[in-house]
C-alpha cells in the first residue's frame, strides 16, 4: 500500500447497525470505535494475504469537538492523525486499544488550535498541503444517517454509500447509517491496492471479527 497513482476503484460492503452497537456495548465502546476495530481487522487480514507482517498503519480520521456551548450550526469537525492498532488480533483487545486511542485523541491539548492551524494550512500550495497525507496509509469517517426509510420521487432509497476522496492515502473508507444498516463505501488508489475486491473481502471479515462480539 505505498504506491500511489491516478486510478480509483469502488467497492460497497453492508454491516448491520444493531450487531455493530452491541459489539461496542460489550466492551462499553462506540459504534465509532467498533467502526475503527473492524477496519484495522480488515487490514491486518489483507497484509496478510500479501504475505506482509505489520503492527501499525497510521490513519487519519475526523472527529467532532463540538461542546455544550457551541451552536447548533457551523463546523465542529477536525482531523486527527493516529496510529492504528493493525497486528493486534484478538478483536476484544483491539477494540479496547482502539476506544483508549481515540479517547485520548479527542482530549488531546494541540485540538483547540487546529481551527488557526488549519487557517494557515490553507494559505499554502496545494502540492505541499496534498503531499502531507501521502504519509497516511487510510482515510476513514463515520458520518450519521438517517434512522428510518426515506423517499426520493416516491421510490424508497435503499442505501446511502458515501466515497470518500484518498488525498494522497491509499485508501478511504467512509461509513454512513441508514435504516439499521451500516453502509461502508470504499475508495482505494489503483496502485496502492491493485486487488480491490480482495481489499473488501477482507474489510468484511475484520468486521465479522468485531460484530462476533455481539453475541460472545
Known amino acids: 500500500m505505498r ?40 487490514l491486518r487480514l489483507y497484509h496478510q494475504e500479501h504475505c506482509a507482517c505489520i503492527h501499525d498503519l497510521r490513519v487519519t480520521m475526523p472527529i467532532s469537538v463540538r461542546s455544550d456551548a457551541d451552536d447548533a450550526g457551523g463546523n465542529h469537525v477536525t482531523l486527527v ?3 492504528l492498532p493493525v497486528g493486534i488480533t484478538d478483536p476484544v483487545a483491539r477494540l479496547l486499544h482502539v476506544q483508549e486511542t481515540c479517547a485520548a485523541q479527542r482530549h488531546e491539548l494541540a485540538i483547540g488550535h487546529t481551527e488557526s492551524i488549519a487557517e494557515v494550512l490553507n494559505l499554502l500550495p496545494i502540492g505541499v498541503t496534498g503531499g502531507m497525507l501521502r504519509h497516511v496509509d487510510l482515510l476513514a469517517s463515520n458520518v450519521p444517517g ?24 491509499s485508501a478511504n473508507v467512509t461509513l454512513m447509517s441508514y435504516n439499521g444498516t451500516c453502509n461502508i463505501g470504499i475508495d482505494t488508489d489503483g496502485a496502492a491496492v491493485p486487488d480491490p475486491e480482495r481489499f473488501a473481502r477482507c474489510m468484511e471479515d475484520g468486521f465479522a471479527e468485531v460484530l462476533a462480539l455481539a453475541t460472545s
Not at 27 to 39: L, P, Q, R, S
Open 146 to 169: 438517517f434512522p428510518s426509510p426515506v423517499y426520493l420521487a416516491g421510490a424508497e432509497v435503499e442505501g446511502f454509500y458515501p466515497f470518500g476522496a484518498t488525498l494522497g492515502s
Open 81 to 83: 492523525r493516529f496510529d
Open 3 to 42: 504506491a500511489r497513482s491516478l486510478a480509483r476503484h469502488f467497492e460497497t460492503i453492508d454491516v448491520s447497525f444493531d450487531e455493530m452497537h452491541a459489539a461496542a456495548a460489550s466492551v462499553d465502546a462506540t459504534v465509532n470505535d467498533a467502526f475503527v476495530a473492524g477496519i484495522a481487522g480488515g
